[in-house]
C-alpha cells in the first residue's frame, strides 16, 4: 500500500507542464514554436516569400509562415528512391514540392509488389490537381516545398475555395481583421504582431469602460502627462486635476485592483501598465 | 519567371490579345466552361452566362460534349474575322457543370484581378 501511495505522489509531483513557459506574452517573433499555422497560398507567393537573414523563418505579407498549402496542376512527377518530386503549376507560377517516402510505407510497398494499394482515388497523376500540404525550403540556391500531404482535387470548388481563401488571408495581413472600421486599414497594422497589441488595447478600454469617471480621468492624464518611467505622484495627479486627495486615492485603488496602472517608487506614484 | 496564366471571363478575351496595347507580356490564359458545340478542329464552351468562346483545338485535344473544362490557351484571331477565341495548349476535364458553382468562379476571376500582387507579376 504504502509503496502505491508513494508511487502516486511521486508520479503527480514529476508530471505536469513549467509554469512561465508558456506564459510568456505571445510576441509572434519567439520562433517557429509559437506559429503552428497552415496558410492558404499562391505559388506566386511562396516564389515571393522573403527571409529576412539567412535560416530564418519565410514571411508572405510581413507574417511568418511555417506551413503553406497550395493547389495546383502536377506539371511532372519523378519518383526516386527516397523522395517523389512533383512539379506544381497554379497558374501563378511553379514550384518544385518533395515528398519524402516514408520507409515502413516503401517496405509495404516492395511486399505488394512495387505498387500502393491503389484506391485509383488517392493518386496524383500528371495534369491532373493537387492539394499539397508542406513548409517552404531551399537547397542551395532552389525554392521547394517540403510536403507533409499531396492529394488529388477532384471538386473545382476546393479549387475555388483556395483561391479565395487565399486572397482573404492576404487582406488579412495587410489590412488587418475584417470589420476593423478602418482601423487597421492604413497599413501600419500590417502585421499579426500589432493585430495582437491592439487586442491588448481593447481589453483595457473595455476594463476602463466599468470605471467610475474620475478613475478614466486619471487614467487619461497619465498617458498624456509628459513624466519619466516613475509615473506621477498622487498629489501631483490631485493639484493638476484639481481634487481632493482623498477621491484621487480611491479612484486610484480602482486602477491598480483592474491592472491598468501600477505602482512604481512608492505605494503613492502610479504608472500606465503597458504591455 | 514562370508562364503565369490568368483566369478569366469571355469579356476579358480582347485584353490578352497580343495586339491589345500596353505591353502585356502573356497571353495565355485560362477559361473555364461547359463544351457546348464541336466541329472538328474547333469547339464551343459556353462559360456560365458570360457568353460563349470558340476554341481552336488541337490534334490531340478530347473534349466531351456537356462536360465543364478548363482551358489554357492563347488567344487568337479567329478566321474569317469571327472575332476571338482561344488556340488550346491543355484542357482539364472536370466532369459535370452541376457539380461547380459558376458564381464562385465569377468571385475568383474578380479577386485574381483586384488583388492582382497576390497572383501575377506587374506587367
Same mark, same amino acid.
Given at each position: 500500500m504504502d509503496n502505491y501511495n508513494n508511487y502516486g505522489s511521486g508520479g503527480g509531483g514529476g508530471g505536469g507542464f513549467m509554469p512561465g513557459e508558456t506564459n510568456s506574452p505571445s510576441g509572434g517573433k519567439s520562433g517557429d514554436r509559437d506559429n503552428k499555422t497552415l496558410r492558404p497560398v499562391t505559388i506566386k507567393q511562396v516564389n515571393d516569400a522573403s527571409q529576412p537573414y539567412p535560416e530564418a523563418n519565410y514571411q508572405i505579407d510581413n507574417a511568418d509562415v511555417a506551413n503553406v498549402l497550395i493547389i495546383g496542376q502536377v506539371r511532372n512527377i519523378s519518383s526516386q528512391s527516397t523522395n517523389i518530386t512533383y512539379k506544381i503549376d497554379d497558374g501563378t507560377g511553379e514550384v518544385e514540392v518533395k515528398k519524402w517516402v516514408d520507409s515502413a510505407t516503401a517496405d509495404n510497398m516492395d511486399m505488394d509488389?512495387?505498387?500502393? %494499394?491503389?484506391?485509383?482515388?488517392?493518386e496524383v497523376k500528371t495534369d491532373g490537381y493537387a492539394r499539397v500540404f508542406g513548409a517552404i525550403k531551399s537547397f542551395g540556391h532552389k525554392r521547394y516545398i517540403g510536403a507533409h500531404s499531396v492529394r488529388p482535387v477532384t471538386d473545382i470548388n476546393e479549387l475555388h475555395c483556395h483561391v479565395l481563401e487565399a486572397t482573404a488571408v492576404h487582406l488579412f495581413f495587410t489590412r488587418? %481583421? %475584417?470589420?476593423?472600421a478602418g482601423a487597421g486599414a492604413n497599413g501600419a497594422a500590417g502585421d499579426a504582431v500589432m493585430g495582437g497589441a491592439d487586442d491588448y488595447g481593447a481589453g483595457q478600454n473595455r476594463a476602463l469602460a466599468s470605471m467610475s469617471p474620475l478613475a478614466k480621468k486619471i487614467y487619461n492624464l497619465l498617458k498624456t502627462e509628459p513624466q519619466d518611467d516613475t509615473g506621477l505622484h498622487m498629489q501631483q495627479i490631485a493639484s493638476k486635476l484639481n481634487l481632493p486627495a482623498t477621491d484621487v486615492a480611491r479612484a486610484g485603488e480602482e486602477l491598480l485592483g483592474a491592472g491598468v496602472i501600477f505602482s512604481t517608487m512608492d505605494e503613492q506614484t502610479w504608472a500606465i501598465l503597458e504591455y | 519567371m514562370s508562364l503565369q496564366t490568368p483566369r478569366i471571363l469571355p469579356a476579358h478575351l480582347h485584353a490578352f490579345h497580343p495586339s491589345s496595347s500596353g505591353p502585356r507580356s502573356t497571353h495565355t490564359v485560362r477559361l473555364l466552361g461547359t463544351v457546348s458545340a464541336l466541329h472538328g478542329d474547333t469547339a464551343t464552351i459556353t462559360c456560365g452566362g458570360n457568353g460563349d468562346v470558340t476554341l481552336i483545338l488541337k490534334p490531340d485535344s478530347h473534349l466531351q460534349m456537356g462536360k465543364l473544362v478548363e482551358v489554357i490557351g492563347k488567344v487568337a484571331d479567329l478566321e474569317g474575322g469571327q472575332g476571338l477565341g482561344i488556340r488550346v495548349l491543355g484542357t482539364t476535364d472536370w466532369g459535370n457543370p452541376a457539380d461547380c458553382d459558376y458564381k464562385i468562379y465569377e468571385q475568383v476571376v474578380e479577386a485574381t484581378h483586384r488583388f492582382k500582387s497576390v497572383f501575377y507579376d506587374a506587367e
Open positions: 509488389g512495387g505498387k500502393p %494499394p491503389g484506391d485509383g482515388k488517392s488587418g %481583421p %475584417p470589420g476593423g | -
